[in-house]
Every structure is written in structure tokens, then in C-alpha cells.
């Protein structure tokens, strides 16, 4: 679907998702995912760049649970994660749309459970690339658990922790040999409608990931 087709479908509120491709279980239990091997810091800092062309290929199940592993999974015996989170509120849930459906990631059980079962890739953002990339990774805030901060600074604080899980996707994709892009450009009312999220939850921002189109 073209950008100007999502946009005029937006404005009208029928920007909708599309049937769901293959089979999707409730429940993906992922591979303990790989914490050692990758490229050297700064060669991955080095290699870590944003890439609008992507292959169909979709990734094998342990490179994505390496991906979100490294996204914001549980790194420490005491829960805590790879990303940061002010007051350890850990409020950004990863959404992960592919072609089969729509997944919420459970860092505490390393699996993947389902919340909508369209595919939801063509309304987590205007350009036409992430209609058929692989993958495409949504940031939602839970307001719910920020109770120790400020009402007037979730927003900003849930947007640097974001921010952080973003970067460590830049990162590994450059270590992975993988192609990422993170967008803002996107449709939050549609994409909240499409996963089914209570008031509370605020979506920010989405990236696509795969490999490269080359």
C-alpha cells in the first residue's frame, strides 16, 4: 500500500490491518537467546546506521529472541533489563508485528504472546517498506507503572527509555548484519485500535527490522 493511500486511509479512520499470513499460536516460546559473540562495541557503534530497504525473509526464531533479548530483556539475576528505566518502572512493553500476527514480548519468560492475530505491519507506519519487511517492533508506554514519577514527566521519561531500546537495536542489528530504522511517522490511534490497548498505554514509536534488501 502506498504512503499516500495509508494517509488518506488514516485521516478517515479506516486504516485497517490485513488478514493474517500462516498459522498463530497464542503462545511463541523463544530460544534462550546467544549473550556472548557479536561484533566489538565500537565496530558495531561503527557499523550502526538506519536502512529503509529490506528483503521478506523473515528472521529465524533465535536471531529474533537475540534481537529483543538485546532490545530490553533481562540481563541481571534482580530483573533488571538492558535498556534503562527510570525508577525501574520498566513501562515499554515491545509489540512485534509479523506477517502471522501481532505479538507482546515477555521478557520474564523469554516468549511471545499473541494480542492480535491480523497482520498488523502496514499500520505501524506510513512508508510503503514496512508493509512487507519482516518485522516491524512497536514501543508502548504502561502509564500504569509509572506511579513513583510525575504525571507531567512520563511521557518524556517513557520516550528515553524508548530511546535506549531503539539504539540496542540499531546495535545489534550492526553486529547481526541486519537493516533497522526507527520511525515516528506513524498512526498511533490505528496502531493502538489494532493491538487492543487500554486508555493507559501510549504508543511511541516503531521500528522495522530485517535484512538488507542486497
Do not use: C
Not at 509479523?98 to 520474564?108: E, T
Amino acid at each position: 500500500m502506498s504512503t499516500l493511500t495509508k494517509l488518506a486511509l488514516g485521516a478517515m479512520g479506516r486504516l485497517r490491518p490485513k488478514p493474517a499470513t500462516g498459522d498463530a499460536p497464542p503462545r511463541i516460546v523463544l530460544p534462550a537467546p546467544e549473550k556472548a559473540g557479536g561484533l566489538p562495541l565500537m565496530e558495531a557503534i561503527a557499523a550502526r546506521r538506519s536502512q529503509r530497504e529490506f528483503a521478506r525473509t523473515e528472521l529465524p526464531m533465535p536471531m529474533l529472541s537475540n534481537l529483543l533479548w538485546a532490545a530490553n530483556g533481562i540481563n541481571r539475576d534482580d530483573g533488571g533489563r538492558t535498556a534503562p528505566s527510570a525508577m525501574h518502572a520498566n513501562e515499554i512493553d515491545i509489540y512485534v508485528a509479523l506477517p502471522s500476527g501481532a505479538y507482546r514480548y515477555d521478557a520474564g519468560d523469554n516468549a511471545l504472546q499473541l494480542v492480535a492475530g491480523s497482520d498488523i505491519r502496514r499500520i505501524t507506519g506510513y512508508q510503503d517498506f514496512v508493509d512487507e519487511a519482516p518485522l516491524d517492533l512497536v514501543y508502548v508506554a504502561d502509564h500504569g507503572r509509572m506511579t513513583l514519577i510525575p504525571v507531567a514527566s512520563r511521557e518524556s521519561f517513557a520516550s528515553v527509555a524508548a530511546g535506549a531500546i531503539t539504539e540496542n537495536v540499531y546495535l545489534f542489528a550492526a553486529s547481526s548484519g541486519l537493516a533497522t530504522v526507527i520511525r515516528a511517522w506513524i498512526n498511533r490511534e490505528a496502531i493502538a485500535e489494532a493491538l487492543g490497548l487500554p486508555h493507559d498505554h501510549q504508543v511511541l514509536l516503531s521500528q522495522t527490522v530485517g535484512f538488507p534488501a542486497s
